[in-house]
């Protein structure tokens, strides 16, 4: 299957674990984004497909499937996503524990924890948004921003009100 190619001037918009809650500040937040990538959790219910119609209806969205994501419009979400964005390899996996780590790219986004992430580690940036639907214990309810150009690829972690 051909890996996804973008060109795009705008910064990437990256939410994961909604669990079932797309807050309206999330949308704010992630407006203007040319791309957007949910990465896992979306939901365990039917309705909880709506999620990514109103992502999809803002910008082009890439998904992958989380441990949550049992109903049958999840089955059709991958498990991993490969794309390339301004000549920045992208890797979208929910946990990162199911990183291949011989996979070639640049960044891996990843979700499941609920903790927000934004650190290189042997060459790569491992980028995590945290949680931007319901509440985990005392974590915050972010989401998150990748900015992949000629700048270089660098991530920022965006807090919602409580």
Known sequence: MAVPVHEIASPIGVIADTHGT????ALTMLDGCELLLHLGDVGSRERDEDILKRLTGMAPLYTVRGNIDTPDWAGRLPMTQDLVVNGWRLHLVHNLDDFDT????DAVLHGH????RNEWQDRRLLFNPGGGGR???T???TVGKL???????RGAVLHLPI
């Open 22 to 25: 797309l807050r309206d500040e």
């Open 113 to 116: 924890s609920h903790k927000p």
């Open 135 to 137: 509440r985990r214990f």
């Open 147 to 153: 900015w992949a150009d000629a700048c270089g690829l």
């Open 139 to 141: 974590l915050p309810i």
């Open 102 to 105: 011989g996979t070639p790219c």
